[in-house]
């Protein structure tokens, strides 16, 4: 009977060394599937967090956008602006230009009038960036100018201007009115 109690506690050990083991191997494989578990929630964080800073980035290029478009619109709409009230202006100018071309021999002070009229009316028009193009010997630009007629001479190049009849005026690449001009010399 001796031995039958020595076996018992050898069982009882085995047993109880079989359940530790249990144990244990569940243990790891509980550890294993919370490590399994977090990254997994790591791979979904990390996912979410792409997405969002994907998300950020469209967006901040997406205001960056609408900043240069509101500041073009804005500029384009200052421009349109000035190139309407310059349109009003432009009569003004070319009165004043005739006057100068037709007061040559006139009083002196009525002419020094005309003049400062006219340094006047420039001034006012470069403090608008209004450009005015098209003097006499400039080439042809047809985005610039209107031909209204053609001449030869030898004086003046190929497709140079001539003469003109009425002055242009642009403001950036806006044009305000094309200039009306005769060409020398084109095809």
Same mark, same amino acid.
């Given at each position: 009977?001796? /031995?039958k109690?020595?076996? /018992? =506690?050898?069982?009882?050990q ?7 083991t249990?144990?244990a ?13 977090n990254?997994?929630?790591? /791979? ?8 969002q ?16 478009r ?5 500029l ?12 009003e $202006?432009? =009569? ?10 037709? $007061?040559?021999d ?8 005309v003049? $400062? ?9 470069? /403090? $608008?960036?209004?450009?005015v193009?098209g003097?006499?010997?400039d080439?042809?630009? =047809?985005?610039? +100018? ?5 001449i ?9 201007l ?15 009115? +094309? ?7 084109c095809d």
């Amino acid at each position: 009977m001796a /031995k039958k109690k020595d076996n /018992k =506690p050898a069982e009882e050990q085995a047993a109880v060394n079989e359940e530790q083991t249990l144990e244990a191997e569940n243990a790891q494989e509980a550890a294993s599937q919370t490590v399994d578990e977090n990254e997994a929630k790591v /791979k979904e964080l990390e996912t979410e967090l792409e997405a969002q800073k994907d998300k950020y980035m469209r967006l901040a290029a997406e205001y960056d956008n609408y900043r240069k478009r509101t500041a073009s619109e804005k500029l384009s709409l200052y421009d349109d602006a000035t190139a309407k009230a310059v349109t009003e $202006l432009l =009569p003004v100018a070319d009165s004043v230009r005739m006057a100068l071309d037709n $007061l040559k021999d006139a009083d002196p002070e009525i002419l020094k009038g005309v003049e $400062l009229i006219s340094n006047q009316l420039a001034k006012s028009f470069e /403090k $608008l960036k209004i450009e005015v193009f098209g003097e006499i010997g400039d080439t042809f630009d =047809p985005n610039l +100018h209107n031909a209204i007629s053609k001449i030869e001479s030898e004086e003046l190049g190929e497709n140079a201007l001539a003469q003109v009849f009425q002055t242009g005026y642009k403001i950036g690449d806006k044009i305000i009115r +094309h200039a009306m001009v005769q060409v020398a010399n084109c095809d």
